[in-house]
């Protein structure tokens, strides 16, 4: 009888050390991928206001030059994209422009930086953000 | 009863054992919120001074300095009051650039440069402090200041 509970003692004995540390590597998973996708928001947060302050710099250019050409919008865009942060073709970011009949949007994308998602996802992920205006008027998204 | 002491002794040693391991993640959890939470609001406090100058973009273009100046400390005043954040602060500069044939910028400047069809951006700052940082990212020498910045173009 002392022998069986004198095993049941050492068995028990290290358990609660052996729980706390597969409990605080599975927490410390959680909390990398909570932080991995709470940046991905930050950035994706950061990549919309840089989609509206483009499109409302691409609307003022269209008022102030109506004839302006598609090139020439497009690097204004860009232009603008570069001070904030997205410089075309930079660190994989693109700033892409659709003009349509009275509309334009905006395209701004990059690759954002992930850390812990790498164990589930090695490739990088892109975020995307649109921002559209009708001109003339005021930035829909955002503004 | 002695077996019962020994038991209680080890695991008030594996307590103590896991004890700062536990704390460290629970204030790191702690710490990271807090700063992305701070972040999110500056990005949120820059959407909205931005939303606010909108109606009159061509006037900061044309304003003199003092002018400005005084228009940042009014539109900070009334940032603090919309956000709820009652400690950001606003810093609103101009630069200048002059477009070329092909849309493209050949450099921004403090100063005004005084070409045909010079474009004016008013690069809007905000910031705040992230308090309070508790855990072990201070140590890491954790950034203590949130914020945005944005360059809008208002010419």
Redesign the interface.
């Known amino acids: 009888m002392k022998h069986i509970?004198a095993q049941r003692?050492r068995r028990?004995?290290?358990s609660?050390?052996l729980l706390?540390?597969l409990l605080?590597l599975v927490?410390?998973l959680i909390?990398g991928l909570?932080?991995d996708a709470?940046?991905l928001?930050?950035v994706r947060?950061?990549a919309q206001?840089?989609a509206?302050?483009v499109a409302?710099?691409v609307a003022?250019e269209q008022q102030?030059?109506p004839a302006?050409s598609q090139?020439?919008?497009?690097?204004?865009a860009?232009?603008?994209a570069a001070?904030?942060?997205y410089a075309h073709g930079v660190d994989s970011a693109a700033v892409h422009l659709e003009l349509a009949e009275g509309k334009t949007s905006v395209l701004v994308e990059k690759d954002a930086g992930v850390y812990f998602l790498r164990v589930l996802r090695p490739q990088p992920v892109a975020v995307r953000a649109r921002a559209g205006v009708e001109v003339p008027g005021?930035v829909k998204a955002?503004? | 009863m002695n077996?019962r002491r020994r038991?209680r002794g080890?695991?008030l040693l594996?307590?103590a054992?896991?004890l700062p391991?536990?704390l460290t993640?629970f204030l790191?959890?702690s710490d990271?919120s807090i700063y992305?939470w701070s972040?999110?609001r500056m990005?949120e406090i820059?959407?909205l001074t931005?939303?606010r100058m909108?109606p009159g973009?061509p006037g900061y273009a044309s304003a003199s300095d003092a002018a400005l100046t005084q228009f940042t400390r009014s539109l900070e005043e009334t940032i603090r009051r919309d956000s709820g954040v009652a400690d950001v602060s606003l810093a609103l500069s101009r630069?200048f650039?002059c477009?070329l044939a092909?849309?493209?910028?050949k450099n921004?400047t403090a100063e005004p440069q005084l070409c045909e069809?010079e474009?004016v951006?008013l690069r809007v700052v905000s910031d705040r402090a992230v308090a309070p940082l508790l855990g072990p990212l201070r140590l890491l020498g954790f950034p203590k200041t949130a914020f945005?910045?944005?360059?809008?173009?208002v010419?």
């Open positions: 509970e003692g028990e004995r290290g609660a050390l706390t540390l605080t927490g410390a909390l909570t932080v709470t940046s928001l930050w947060s950061n206001t840089t509206n302050l409302a710099a003022l102030r030059n302006a090139e020439y919008l497009v690097e204004t860009r232009a603008t001070l904030n942060g005021a955002g503004l | 077996r038991q080890a695991a594996e307590f054992i896991a391991f536990a993640l790191g959890i990271f992305f972040q999110t990005e820059a959407r931005v939303s909108t973009l630069h650039a477009p092909d849309g493209k910028e921004v069809g474009r951006y945005s910045r944005h360059v809008i173009r010419r």
